[in-house]
């Protein structure tokens, strides 16, 4: 007998554990209907009026209990107690169930990187590298404060972690950075800027080709420690801006130049001291004339002019350029400053004004 209990009890919670939405659904509305017969059969017509019977069935199933309405026959007594309020609560919890376990499991797959992102113009890390993509993610954190269009980053990685920073950015876990399954969830057709470090610079490589084709819009940063990769990757996506590692340039500079390694760290660096940044020349501006703009950044907005790059060739830069130049809309600016300039009045460096 007891064994036939636990193998009913086993079935049972199985049944209702396993039960999909639809079912939930038709077993509700077989409770209601079969409470709203036995209440009209016991007459009680008092809770079988339409409104008031929704009313006092959710009210009594849900444990509230307000009490305003009340069966009033003996049989009807008998229903609510042995079958409307015992049944309802099973019902109750399991639906509360159902929805508890719903959202944890959405929360894990949001943690563990599972979910299709809803994203477009967003700034896309791809790879993973320990406390050094930490310190990435932070600082694309910190900088993305000081814009106004305060994009979404996303991290999307193939190592097994779950989200490093739920409350700032989103994650998404793949199985391959060139899977178009994958990437579709990481939004990369609609990225604004695709960032590539991995460990493996051959992985960076495919990373790198398979984005280009899939966005050949967005702006594309590619780490390699080997320099020698850099070139054979922008002959096939010059669009690619790639950046190697530096690390001994910068020992051998610091040889001959004492500071030269703490000067290019601090202009890296947002958290402290001056920093390097850029902007693009807006559409409303006409010719500007680059001796002018050198002149009045440093007068009224205590930043250095360092170098430019033409709207047709972003990733060609002119470091220290010549100040009889003029510059136009679309043309991007780097220049040097405590913090990033987000109001400047382009006016005042018009070339035309100062004819």
């Known amino acids: 007998m007891n064994l036939k209990l636990t193998l009913l009890k086993t079935l049972f919670v199985k049944l209702f554990s396993e039960m999909h939405w639809y079912n939930i659904a038709l077993v ?10 036995l209440l009209l059969l016991a007459d009680e017509t008092a809770l079988t009026q339409p409104t008031d019977f929704i009313y006092w069935i959710v009210v009594t199933a849900s444990t509230v209990g307000y009490g305003d309405l009340s069966p009033t026959t003996t049989l009807g007594k008998y229903i609510v107690s042995l079958y409307v309020i015992p049944a309802g609560l099973s019902i109750f919890a399991l639906v509360l169930g159902r929805v508890a376990t719903w959202v944890a499991n959405q929360w894990q797959k949001g943690a563990k990187g599972l979910k299709k992102l809803s994203v477009s113009n967003h700034i896309l890390v791809l790879g993973w590298n320990g406390p050094r993509t930490i310190r990435l993610l932070n600082l ?79 702006q594309m940063v590619a780490y390699f420690n080997d320099e020698s990769l850099v070139g054979l990757l922008q002959k096939h996506c010059p669009n690619v801006e790639c950046t190697p590692s530096v690390a001994v340039e910068m020992l051998a500079k610091s040889a001959f130049d004492p500071g ?30 680059l001796s002018k703009l050198f002149d009045q950044l440093k007068k009224h907005y205590q930043a250095t002019l360092i170098g430019i790059a033409r709207a047709d060739d972003k990733l060609n830069i002119q470091v220290n350029p010549d100040l009889d130049q003029t510059l136009h809309a679309g043309d991007k600016v780097f220049y040097i400053a405590a913090k990033r300039i987000t109001q400047i009045n382009w006016n005042d460096f018009n070339e035309a004004q100062h004819v």
Not at 28 to 37: L, Q
Not at 260 to 271: A, F, G, P, R
Request: aromatic share 6%; hydrophobic share 40%; net charge negative.
């Open 140 to 218: 694309l954190i910190r900088e993305r404060a000081s814009i106004e269009d305060n994009p979404d980053i996303v991290l999307c990685v193939r190592a097994d972690i779950t989200n490093p920073i739920p409350s700032e950015i989103d994650f998404v876990k793949v199985t391959s950075f060139n899977n178009d399954q994958d990437m579709d969830r990481a939004g990369i057709a609609n990225a604004k800027v695709v960032l590539m470090d991995n460990p493996e610079d051959d992985l960076t490589m495919t990373t790198a080709l398979y984005c280009s084709q899939r966005n050949p819009e967005a």
């Open 28 to 37: 509700m509305v077989t409770y209601a209907a079969t409470s709203w017969a």
């Open 260 to 289: 030269s390694s703490v000067l290019h760290h601090d202009l890296l660096d947002v958290n402290d001291g001056q920093a390097q940044y850029s902007v693009d020349i807006p559409s409303s501006c006409h010719a500007i004339s």
